[in-house]
């Protein structure tokens, strides 16, 4: 091998053109950034900086494991939502940008300074993490069923520095008694026999992070159904959907007697959640 051929440029040229896809230079460049510790930048003022034969062949390992199909998140052990870096691994979904706007319609919402909110299905714990890194105040307790994203939600809280409370459970079925002022979930909303399942990142997700029966809809309307009895007056519920559900969860949300009911639309301006609110109680 040459020496030549060990500069970041070139291993970084060579990897991109075997990852093809959207984003090779991207995945080549986190990849590469994993294995030397180097940021992107220093990539491209130093594209000449040579790395060592060693990393060089860790790199191309992690190249062909991408090759493969490999989420670069898996590769990385990492994914930064709402700006914190976030464990990840293949027990659950892998946080996705367009969730962050679930967080900012939260966070626009007029709630006590001392709310108390649940995450339902919180994986690695993303969305409450980031409502508990903005709001200080707010009591944020985030649940799942699958005992590895537990464990997982709990080490990402653990690890920030954020008082996130983590419990097994499967929706509401093991909840303490209580009320909450916010209840908000991106649960699975992928129907069984939806082609984008076997393509891309989602092949390594677990099915139980995405699929939800033959509509998409099964945990969409156990949670609709449910939330009212777990909200207080006045509560909200958030929850994130497929860009063409937006009209079957709004008729959940008005079934289930909650008002206020709205669609909002992601980055991509698809529709992507639905909010709506528990009456107040009459005085
Ligand atoms: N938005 C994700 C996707 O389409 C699915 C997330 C989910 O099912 N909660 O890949």
Sequence with gaps: MSEKKLSCEA?????????????PRLDADLLLGLVTGWSRTAFRAWPEREVT??????????????????????????QE?????????????????????????????KLPVDASVLDLGTGTGAIALALASERPGWRVCASDAVTEAVTLATDNARRLGLPVTVRRSDWFTNLPAGTFDLIISNPPYIAGNDAHLGEGDVRFEP?????????GLDDIRKITAEAPAWLSPGGW???????????????????????????????????????????????
Excluded: M
Excluded at 61 to 73: F, K, N, Q
């Design 11 to 23: 291993l970084l040229k060579e990897a991109a053109e075997l990852i093809g896809g959207d984003s």
């Design 53 to 78: 034969v060693a990393q060089a062949a860790r790199f191309r390992d992690l190249v062909e494991r991408r090759c493969e199909g490999h989420p670069v998140a898996h590769l990385l052990g990492e």
């Design 81 to 109: 939502f709402w700006s914190l870096p976030l464990t990840v691994n293949p027990s659950t979904l892998i946080p996705r940008p367009d969730t962050e706007c679930l967080v900012e319609a939260a966070l626009a919402l």
């Design 207 to 215: 099915a139980s992070a995405l699929v939800a029966g033959d509509d």
């Design 237 to 283: 519920l958030i929850l994130e959907h497929g860009y063409e559900q937006g009209e079957a969860v709004r008729r959940l949300f008005t079934g289930a007697g909650l008002t206020s009911v709205e669609t909002r639309q992601d980055y991509g301006r698809r529709d992507r959640f639905t909010l709506g609110r528990k009456h107040h109680a009459e005085r």
